[in-house]
T-cell receptor, first 111, second 114 residues
Framework: DVKVTQSSRYLVKRTGEKVFLECVQD?????MFWYRQDPGLGLRLIYF???????EKGDIPEGYSVSREKKERFSLILESASTNQTSMYLC??????????FGPGTRLTVL | AQSVTQLDSQVPVFEEAPVELRCNYSSSVSVYLFWYVQYPNQGLQLLLK??????LVESINGFEAEFNKSQTSFHLRKPSVHISDTAEYFC????????????FGAGTRLFVKA
C-alpha cells in the first residue's frame, strides 16, 4: 500500500521556536509538496520540490523554508514560529501523472 | 494565472438524494482536472481525474464528473448519496504544459443527513 507519512499528527509550539515538519514517501516520486490548509481557503502551496536538492517557492513561502536531501524525504521548516502559522500542514507527492498522494496532515498550534 | 472556484462552500442533502458539487476553473491552456475527497481527520485522497479522452469520468463509489471545455467546468455528481459520503471535496487543476503545480479550490463541505 503506497504511503506518505508525516512525523506528527499534532504539534504545539511557542512563538519564536524553530519547527521541523517531516514528510516521507515510499513511492519513488520525483515531486513533493507542502501545503497549508485553512478553513475557507482550501489548500495553499508553500513550497514544492521536483528533485533532490531542488526547491521552488509556492504561493505563500514567507516564513517557511524546506529541505530535500533524499528523494523520499521533504522537510518543512518554520524558522521562527508565529501565531499566524497555526494551521493544518499537508505533505503530498506525485509522479509525472500529476495525481497527488497526501499524508494525514500535521495540525500545528503556535501559542 | 490559473484559478479554481467551487461555487458552494457547504451542501446539505438528505440521504439517497442526488447531489452536484460545482467547480469552475480559469486557464488559458489545456489542463488536467481532479476531484479529491477529505474525510474528517484525514489527508486528501483522489476521487477521480480527467487527463484526456472521454469527458465523463467515474469513481469506484458512484461519483462522476464531466469536463466541459466551453464552460470551463468540472462539476461532480452522484445520483444517490450515502451518509458515508459526508466529507469535504476539493476540485483541482494542473497545467498540462509545464510544471507540476496543482491549484486547489476552497473546498465544498458535503453533509448528508439521514
Amino acid at each position: 500500500d503506497v504511503k506518505v507519512t508525516q512525523s506528527s499528527r499534532y504539534l504545539v509550539k511557542r512563538t519564536g521556536e524553530k519547527v521541523f515538519l517531516e514528510c516521507v514517501q515510499d513511492m519513488d516520486h520525483e515531486n513533493m509538496f507542502w501545503y497549508r490548509q485553512d478553513p475557507g481557503l482550501g489548500l495553499r502551496l508553500i513550497y514544492f520540490s521536483y528533485d533532490v536538492k531542488m526547491k521552488e517557492k509556492g504561493d505563500i513561502p514567507e516564513g517557511y523554508s524546506v529541505s530535500r536531501e533524499k528523494k523520499e524525504r521533504f522537510s518543512l521548516i518554520l524558522e521562527s514560529a508565529s501565531t499566524n502559522q497555526t494551521s493544518m500542514y499537508l505533505c503530498a507527492s506525485s509522479s509525472v501523472l500529476r495525481e497527488q498522494f497526501f499524508g494525514p496532515g500535521t495540525r500545528l498550534t503556535v501559542l | 494565472a490559473q484559478s479554481v472556484t467551487q461555487l458552494d462552500s457547504q451542501v446539505p442533502v438528505f440521504e439517497e438524494a442526488p447531489v452536484e458539487l460545482r467547480c469552475n476553473y480559469s486557464s488559458s491552456v489545456s489542463v488536467y482536472l481532479f476531484w479529491y475527497v477529505q474525510y474528517p481527520n484525514q489527508g486528501l485522497q483522489l476521487l477521480l481525474k480527467y487527463l484526456s479522452g472521454s469527458t465523463l469520468v467515474e469513481s469506484i463509489n458512484g461519483f462522476e464528473a464531466e469536463f466541459n471545455k466551453s464552460q470551463t467546468s468540472f462539476h461532480l455528481r452522484k445520483p444517490s448519496v450515502h451518509i458515508s459520503d459526508t466529507a469535504e471535496y476539493f476540485c483541482a487543476v494542473s497545467d498540462r504544459a509545464g510544471g507540476f503545480k496543482t491549484i486547489f479550490g476552497a473546498g465544498t463541505r458535503l453533509f448528508v443527513k439521514a
